[in-house]
């Protein structure tokens, strides 16, 4: 079935950088537009970026365009998000996403970044 | 594109129905509408695509309607197990997935 995990949060301090990964099974991750997604705590979903079939397609949020990077590896069926010149605005749980059609229709669990000194 | 949703937030009883609204700042295609779920503690879960198309193993107590800028997420029979936040989200090529704020519903 299909299954997505995240890895890779933690705590790092502000202008620090992180990266997340999202491991798929149960599906091709190359045949697929895949989303991140986050969540500040107590707070609604915001969308983050978007990587394409055509990996030369890749979109992000105004927020964090310039400072964040999506990025997919076909032998590990894994997709990654690095941060870079992280602000405590960035905390949050981060969700990767597969998208079908104009929605997505499964999600990973999330993974907790929290940025503090 | 903003989605506003309302109310913010509804207390109701078992066996109730719930009306969610979804209103779009501009007329959108149905086809890009979806619905999502999240419980306490766990990711969103998708409910209805293309705006009333339950998605796999979604009871039948939950269905979309709507169009143009104006969209309902209806719950008929709220059970327990309903207590969660609902977000819609359209899909916009050219900016990504744009979410509404969110019900929360409260049984």
């Known amino acids: 079935q299909v299954e997505l995990v995240e890895s890779g949060g933690g705590v790092v301090q502000p202008g620090r950088s992180l990266r997340l990964s999202c491991t798929a099974s149960g599906f091709n991750l190359s045949f697929y537009g895949m989303h991140w997604v986050r969540q500040a705590p107590g707070k609604g979903l915001e969308w983050v970026a978007v990587i394409g079939v055509d990996e030369s397609h890749k979109n992000y949020g105004d927020s964090v365009k310039g400072r964040f990077t999506v990025s997919r590896d076909k032998p590990s069926n894994t997709l990654f998000l690095q941060l870079n010149s992280l602000t405590v605005e960035d905390t949050a749980t981060y969700y990767c996403?597969?998208?079908?059609?104009?929605?997505?229709?499964?999600w990973g669990q999330g993974a907790l970044v929290t940025v503090s000194s | 594109i903003v989605l506003t949703q309302s109310p913010g937030t509804m207390s109701l009883s078992p066996g109730e129905r719930a009306a969610l609204s979804c209103r779009a700042s501009?007329?959108?295609?149905?086809?890009?509408l979806a619905w999502y779920q999240q419980r306490p503690g766990q990711a969103p879960r998708l409910l209805i695509s293309?705006?009333?198309n339950r998605a796999t193993d979604i009871p039948d107590r939950f269905s979309g309607s709507g169009s143009g800028a104006d969209f309902t997420l209806t719950i008929g029979g709220l059970e327990s197990e309903d207590s969660a936040v609902y977000y819609c989200q359209y899909y916009d090529m050219s900016v990504g997935l744009i979410f509404g704020g969110g019900t929360r519903v409260e049984i």
């Open positions: 501009q007329r959108v295609s149905g086809a890009a």
């Open positions: 293309m705006a009333s």
């Open positions: 996403a597969r998208e079908k059609g104009l929605f997505v229709d499964y």
